[in-house]
Nanobody, 113 residues
Framework: QVQLVESGGGLVQPGGSLRLSCAAS????????MAWYRQAPGKQRELVAI???????TYVDSMKGRFTISRDNAENTVYLQMSSLKPEDTAVYYC???????WGQGTQVTVSS
C-alpha cells in the first residue's frame, strides 16, 4: 500500500513561491491519480489540484494560473508549485491518493509579511 510524506511547507511573504513535494513509498504509485488538498484554520478541507496517472491535470478555478501540479513517476513523487501566494493560501496542504483513503500527514504553508 502507498504511504505519503509531504514536505516543502513554510513561511513565505505574499507574492512569494513555494514548491511542495509528496513522496510515496510502496508499490503502484504510477497507477494512481494523485491530488493536493488544503485545509485552512476553521474551514473544510478543499481540493486544490489533481493529476492523473498519465499526467493530465485539473485545478480549482481559484488556483489556476498560480499553482502547478506535476509528478515524477520514476521518483514516486508529486509536486505542487505555488506562486503569487496570498495570505488566504495559508493552510495545511495534504497529498492524497485519488479514490482511496490514503492521505499524507500534511505540511503547513503560511503566507504572511
Amino acid at each position: 500500500q502507498v504511504q505519503l510524506v509531504e514536505s516543502g511547507g513554510g513561511l513565505v511573504q505574499p507574492g512569494g513561491s513555494l514548491r511542495l513535494s509528496c513522496a510515496a513509498s510502496g508499490s503502484g504509485f504510477s497507477r494512481y491519480a494523485m491530488a493536493w488538498y488544503r485545509q485552512a484554520p476553521g474551514k473544510q478541507r478543499e481540493l486544490v489540484a489533481i493529476i492523473t496517472s498519465g499526467g493530465s491535470t485539473t485545478y480549482v478555478d481559484s488556483m489556476k494560473g498560480r499553482f502547478t501540479i506535476s509528478r515524477d513517476n520514476a521518483e514516486n513523487t508529486v509536486y505542487l508549485q505555488m506562486s503569487s501566494l496570498k495570505p488566504e493560501d495559508t493552510a495545511v496542504y495534504y497529498c492524497y491518493v485519488w479514490g482511496t483513503s490514503i492521505w499524507g500527514q500534511g505540511t503547513q504553508v503560511t503566507v504572511s509579511s
